[in-house]
């Protein structure tokens, strides 16, 4: 068997295609917001409620590993959110203003 090399250049994408892909992407970054968008308002509307409750009920039953317990898991999920704000910073908004 032989293989021939060929040296052409691709063809050029037509408009409709680039027309379709172009779409499609917006298709698709569109939905991802509106995902993202609903869970953020799900974890804002019942997470600030569920904290609440965590910490009225750890404040009723007076004991202080209870109290102890809520206060530990509100310092894991402040660290995560600093992470989360640390990973986007280096990943999306460094690039940018590094000019990259």
């Known amino acids: 068997m032989t293989q021939t090399l060929s040296l052409r250049a691709p063809a050029p994408a037509l408009p ?3 027309a379709l892909r172009a779409t499609a992407r917006l298709w ?3 939905a991802v917001i509106g ?3 609903f869970l953020y308002y799900i974890a804002g509307f019942y997470g600030r409620s569920t904290l609440l409750e965590l910490y009225t009920r750890a404040d009723k039953s ?3 590993s209870a109290r102890l317990a809520v206060a530990g898991g509100l310092v894991v999920l ?6 989360g704000i640390i990973g986007v910073y280096m990943g999306m908004w460094r690039p940018l203003l590094a000019g990259k």
């Open 16 to 18: 409709a295609q680039t």
């Open 78 to 83: 402040t660290a995560l959110t600093g992470v």
């Open 62 to 64: 007076g004991g202080p």
């Open 28 to 30: 698709f970054v569109t």
């Open 35 to 37: 995902q993202w968008a």
